[in-house]
């Protein structure tokens, strides 16, 4: 394999490796593989532990895992193994599973998110595949697929006068989240602005768990979700379009 080599925070990279992502932060890293991975989809960015530093980040089913790997003269360190090149390392990883945490979360190498897609600061206008698969290159982006920032599945609610809980099918595109009685169903039960919220956080006041809340000056929304994983991933998502908001002004 050629090395030709760019620059970028003091790491050095192969050109070849079209799914280097430069600076693109570990939040970001997160967002892009939730939004729009698969469960083995990878990617390699700078990691901020310093100067030759770098780190892969993984999708594992609903969460993202993050590996430091270390750049030196001879090669690529990750943990007691060195590798020639980048190439190298992938092609062992995608031969035997990858340990991503203590909890033993089991992850293979499957399918390189490519660099080659729109990624500007505001991923509102980002269009990106949403099934790269093993082979498949940045060739083969689907130019009408979800912008980036979309989510959506079941959430339980509580109302808003009568204190019960019930499931709805909530959506999330740009800086609007809708729920619908179901998915099936065509119009939405209410749409929220939130560009009027004010904070998004976990909640601990009900007797359910997984529970988070969106606050708005006349009300806050409290929202349960299945797993802590699934909350949390709601949390970062609309933690993050507040942040975007919060730019923008």
Not at 234 to 239: D, H, N, P, T
Request: aromatic share 12%.
């Amino acid at each position: 394999m050629n090395e030709t080599l760019l620059e970028g925070n003091g790491s050095r990279v192969p050109i070849e490796i079209l799914w280097y992502h430069h600076d693109l932060s570990r939040h970001a890293a997160e967002a892009l593989l939730l939004s729009n991975g698969t469960d083995g989809s990878y990617l390699l960015r700078n990691s901020n532990e310093g100067e030759g530093s770098l780190a892969l980040s993984v999708r594992a089913k609903d969460s993202v895992k993050h590996f430091h790997v270390t750049r030196k003269d001879n090669g690529y360190s990750f943990g007691f193994n060195e590798y020639p090149t980048l190439q190298h390392f992938v092609i062992h990883f995608a031969n035997q599973p990858l340990l991503g945490s203590d909890a033993g979360t089991l992850m293979v190498l499957k399918s390189p998110y490519p660099w080659r897609v729109e990624e500007p600061s505001i991923y509102e206008s980002v269009r990106v595949h949403t099934a790269i698969q093993t082979g498949r290159t940045e060739n083969d982006l689907v130019p009408t697929a979800p912008s980036l920032g979309t989510k959506e599945g079941y959430l339980t609610k509580q109302g808003a006068f009568v204190k019960n809980w019930k499931q709805r099918w909530f959506t999330l595109n740009r800086y609007e989240l809708k729920y619908f009685k179901d998915k099936g169903s065509e119009e939405p039960i209410r749409t929220v602005d939130l560009k009027a919220c004010s904070a998004v956080q976990f909640d601990y006041s009900q007797e359910r768990v997984n529970c988070f809340c969106l606050v708005f000056p006349e009300r806050t929304f409290y929202l349960c979700a299945k797993t802590g994983v699934e909350a949390d991933e709601w949390i970062k998502i609309l933690r993050w379009k507040l942040s975007q908001i919060s730019k923008g002004r």
